[in-house]
């Protein structure tokens, strides 16, 4: 089993607003995780393909334009096609409350609001992650 | 007299303020604001000692405009209350505008949906679940003329927020206004054209940094020749700022952006002074209330000294930092939302406090979704609150002679100032931005920002303290937020017009149009420096827009001649 968890923090959809997805991945980094960015601007299948080249344990998604609605199931569902349903996905940016029980329900498993601390998402990380790594 | 001071200060000190010290300490060993900048006990007339009243604050209207932009300032005319909006089609945002010019609004504000920003037309593939998300789907000169059916452009004034495809959305509104019978003369308001700053905030660029510099040059050459009451660019460090920079950095980029577009436009052998007058500028306003007031009496300040300096520019104004500012999104909680509203108060009175011309206030369920009518309203009230009530408008810039804000403003200033030189030695902003000097600067601040929120070194009320019970901080609670924002049939209804546009009009001549555009890009290879012997092309834009060529496919093309721009990315 290897040692570092790794991450990939990816931004679906066509908004720029990356502040929140850069300052995760350096937490995240910093907490001595492997992460790759991918940067602004990806398609669902660029993300999925990197997910599953890079074989990583999870996967964050950030995104502010509201196109969650539409592109987060589809994320999801490559991801199932590719044998890529291991993996843990969480999300963050504006994710307005309605909207975040479906998300829930087909497979995202946290959607961290404007104020979470890079700390709460390290610990959800590393939490779920070791329990799934006991499991195997 | 200053002797008397320093003695006496001298004697406070050893006499009262060390007995005080020893017994009750200060809250904090070291005071800063955002920018870094050390903040001192107590400010005396020894802070400003250097300050020259005549050279360093003036009158109103004069240089170095540090006082404001106009002599009368708010006695004569309150700023113009902005407030971005729109979302949908054309159609649903042409009733929205004619509802607000019936309640008394005379300026629009357009904000775009992000395909129209980036170059796709609403059926490319990128533009699924985005369409009409953001602001409006604009794909054609037909969606245009809906937009803008019974509003009179003449009357108006409509700010656009658009970016790289600029010339290609403005050349659309010239199109309506010649349809509707209107000399170009008298079309005023604003495009933000501003491109460079997308690559270091934003995020929506299209070609690299040079092309997109050409394209901006070409808007405000244009703009200069043809629409004398237009404001071609709106230079922008709101974005920037949002995106994680301080005060000074947001002050710093902004300026030197705009110093690079002058330099653009020189090298098509325009005197600064035949459009410097007509730029105009957009800055963010957070919660450090002195800090945000001196910044902007330090960007004018500084504005004005470059253009005199740098370009010996004659027209005053030439010199004249307009702005436009908004309150900060990223300040706003989506924690006990409510606070917002005075966190938004805050900053709006700083921004009047600092001489804005015009100001959106930003609503306190924005951290949340799109926001509610309700919270809007609440938002436009807090500037009309601060307008009528709290008699701040009633004299010019009211706060000028204090010493913390003079000696704050001439260290923003200055610190920006050194920024500006540094980004000179890198080889100018376009050199700065392509080896992510800028990027990278951002980047940091944001982090080290988040840092201090998480360890408490900066306190967000109600996020990091004086949280409520959780049962009652439930973000969302009492708030009603649209689900999914906005109706996803609009992308339905937009693909089919777009569609049956794309068999209506006449295909050849779109085609000529479209080649038209390519063979004047290259009349010469571009290279660095080199906007000065291009071809500008919004002659060849206004007459592929005029027959419907869409704005995808426009960008297209001039996608395969620039090249796409791809961020490096490094964390």
Redesign the interface.
């Known amino acids: 089993m290897r040692k570092k968890i790794r991450v990939l923090i990816a931004k679906p959809g066509l908004d720029g607003h990356d502040r929140g997805a850069k300052v995760v991945a350096k937490a995240l980094r910093d907490a001595g995780m492997e992460v790759i960015y991918t940067g602004i601007r990806q398609t669902t299948e660029q993300i999925v393909n990197t997910a599953i080249q890079e074989d990583v344990d999870c996967l964050g998604l950030s995104i502010l334009s509201g196109a969650h609605v539409k592109l987060f199931p589809e994320i999801v569902e490559l991801l199932k096609k590719r044998g890529g349903e291991k993996i843990l996905i969480f999300a963050g940016g504006i994710v307005p409350s309605e909207d975040i029980p479906e998300l829930e329900s087909i497979g995202i498993s946290k959607i961290f609001g404007p104020g979470t601390s890079t700390q709460e998402i390290i610990d959800f990380i590393k939490t779920q992650i070791g329990a799934d790594r006991k499991r195997r | 007299m200053k002797q008397k001071i320093k003695k006496e200060k001298k004697n406070w000190e050893e006499k009262v303020l060390k007995k005080i010290l020893e017994k009750r300490p200060e809250r904090k060993k070291h005071f800063e604001n955002y920018s870094k900048i050390k903040i001192e006990r107590l400010y005396t007339p020894e802070d400003i000692e250097g300050l020259d009243y005549l050279k360093d604050l003036g009158f109103p209207g004069n240089f170095p405009f540090t006082r404001g932009v106009q002599p009368t300032m708010y006695r004569g005319r309150l700023w113009t209350m902005r407030q971005y909006a729109g979302m949908g089609d054309a159609e649903e945002s042409n009733k929205r505008y004619k509802y607000l010019l019936k309640q008394g609004q005379t300026g629009l504000s357009v904000a775009f949906d992000?395909?129209t920003?980036?170059g796709y037309d609403s059926d490319h593939?990128?533009?699924?679940?985005?369409v009409g998300?953001?602001g409006v789907a604009i794909d054609s000169l037909q969606d245009m003329e809906v937009l803008f059916k019974g509003v009179p452009l003449d009357r108006v004034s409509t700010s656009m927020t658009i970016n790289s495809p600029c010339a290609i959305l403005l050349a659309m509104y010239i199109a309506v206004a010649e349809k509707q019978g209107i000399n170009l003369s008298k079309l005023s308001g604003t495009t933000q054209n501003d491109s460079l700053k997308?690559y270091i905030?934003?995020?929506?660029y299209i070609f690299p940094p040079l092309p997109s510099l050409r394209l901006t040059t070409d808007v405000n050459e244009y703009a200069s020749k043809h629409l004398p009451k237009w404001n071609p660019i709106s230079i922008s460090g709101y974005h920037i700022r949002?995106?994680?920079a301080t005060a000074v950095q947001e002050l710093a980029f902004t300026l030197a952006n705009g110093l690079a577009y002058v330099e653009a436009l020189k090298m098509r052998n325009l005197k600064p002074d035949d459009f410097a007058p007509r730029f105009s500028f957009f800055f963010a306003v957070h919660n450090n209330f002195f800090e945000e007031i001196a910044k902007f009496r330090a960007a004018r300040r500084l504005w004005a000294r470059l253009m005199k300096e740098r370009f010996q520019v004659q027209n005053p104004k030439s010199m004249m930092l307009r702005f436009h500012a908004q309150t900060g999104g990223?300040t706003?909680?989506?924690?006990q939302p409510d606070n917002n509203i005075a966190r938004v108060t805050l900053q709006a009175l700083a921004a009047v406090l600092g001489g804005t011309q015009s100001l959106h206030t930003n609503s306190r369920d924005e951290?949340?979704?799109?926001p509610s009518e309700d919270s809007v309203q609440i938002a436009l009230r807090t500037q009309q609150i601060i307008a009528y009530e709290s008699g701040v408008s009633d004299t010019v810039d009211p706060l000028a002679g204090s010493y913390y804000l003079e000696s704050l403003t001439d260290q923003m200033e200055k610190e920006a100032l050194t920024y500006i030189k540094r980004i000179d030695d890198l080889g100018g902003m376009l050199a700065a931005i392509e080896k992510g000097f800028i990027q990278r600067e951002i980047?940091n601040s944001?982090?080290i920002h988040?840092k201090k929120?998480?360890k408490k070194e900066e306190v967000?009320v109600g996020?990091?303290r004086f949280q409520s019970d959780p049962a009652f901080s439930a973000?969302?609670k009492n708030h009603e937020?649209?689900?999914?924002?906005?109706d996803?049939k609009i992308e339905e209804r937009q693909k089919r017009r777009l569609l049956k546009l794309k068999e209506e009009r006449d295909n050849k001549k779109v085609k000529k149009a479209l080649n038209n555009i390519k063979k004047a890009i290259h009349p010469t290879p571009l290279q660095r420096g080199g906007v000065h012997n291009q071809k500008n092309l919004m002659p060849v834009i206004l007459e592929a827009v005029g027959v419907y060529a869409t704005v995808g496919e426009i960008c297209d093309i001039l996608r395969q001649e620039f090249g796409e721009y791809?961020?490096s990315?490094s964390?």
């Open positions: 992000l395909p920003q980036i593939q990128l533009a699924i679940g985005e998300r953001v997308e905030a934003r995020g929506t949002e995106a994680g990223s706003l909680t989506a924690q951290a949340l979704a799109l980047q944001a982090y988040q929120i998480e967000v996020l990091n973000p969302q937020v649209r689900k999914g924002g906005v996803s791809r961020e990315v964390i």
